[in-house]
C-alpha cells in the first residue's frame, strides 16, 4: 500500500526494508553519513544537508527554500507505487515536516488539519520543524492553512528517537 514511512537515522536500512519502500529522503546534518540501502536506486534517494533549527545560527545550515523546494519536487515526482521513506536523526523533528509536506501533496483533498491530527495520533513524538513547513506552506500557496495545523498539534511528547510509523495514502478524513 502506498504510505509516507517516518523513522531515525537508526532504523533506516530496517525501515526501508520492511517497508519495501522505493524512495528515501534523508533531511539530515550535511556531515552526517547516509548509506543509503541497496533497495533504493540513487536518483531515488534525496538527501538534504540542514541543520534542525527554525532560525539561523552560525556554524549550522538553516533550512531554505531550495531545500524545501527540492524537497517538493522530489515528492511530486513519487510514483506512489511503493512507499517513500522520510527520516532525519531522531525522526522527530525534520522527517515529520518531510512527511506532513508529502502527504499534503499526495493527498490535496484532505485538509492540512486532517493530515497534521493524524500526524498526531501516529507519533505522540511528532514535532515538524515549524520553519520547513511554513516555507513549504509558502512554497505550494497554502495561504498558512499548513502553518496553522502544525500549531494546532502543539509539540510532541520529549523522546531521544521516535518510534518508526507509517500514513497509509488511502486513508479516508
Not at 3 to 22: E, G, H, K, M, W
Not at 54 to 59: F, I, K, P, S
Request: aromatic fraction near 6%.
Amino acid at each position: 500500500m502506498p504510505s509516507v514511512y517516518v523513522c531515525p537515522l537508526s532504523q533506516v536500512a530496517a525501515t526501508v526494508a520492511s517497508a519495501n519502500a522505493s524512495h528515501l529522503v534523508s533531511l539530515i546534518n550535511d556531515t552526517t553519513l547516509v548509506v543509503r540501502p541497496e533497495s533504493i536506486v540513487e536518483e531515488n534517494h534525496l538527501f538534504l544537508g540542514m541543520n534542525d533549527i527554525v532560525e539561523a545560527q552560525d556554524g549550522m545550515i538553516l533550512p531554505g527554500e531550495e531545500h524545501v523546494s527540492r524537497l517538493i519536487g522530489f515528492a511530486s515526482r513519487w510514483d506512489r507505487s511503493r512507499p517513500i521513506v522520510v527520516h532525519c536523526y531522531a525522526g522527530i523533528s525534520r522527517s515529520t515536516a518531510g512527511a506532513f509536506i508529502t502527504m499534503c501533496l499526495a493527498r490535496p483533498d484532505r485538509s492540512e488539519k486532517a493530515i497534521a491530527e493524524r500526524l498526531r495520533q501516529l507519533s505522540p513524538f511528532a514535532t515538524p520543524n515549524a520553519r520547513i513547513v511554513a516555507i513549504a506552506d509558502d512554497l505550494m500557496g497554502r495561504q498558512g492553512r499548513m502553518v496553522d495545523a502544525i500549531a494546532a498539534i502543539g509539540r510532541g511528547a520529549d523522546a531521544y528517537e521516535s518510534i518508526p510509523f507509517f500514513m497509509p495514502l488511502e486513508e479516508q478524513e
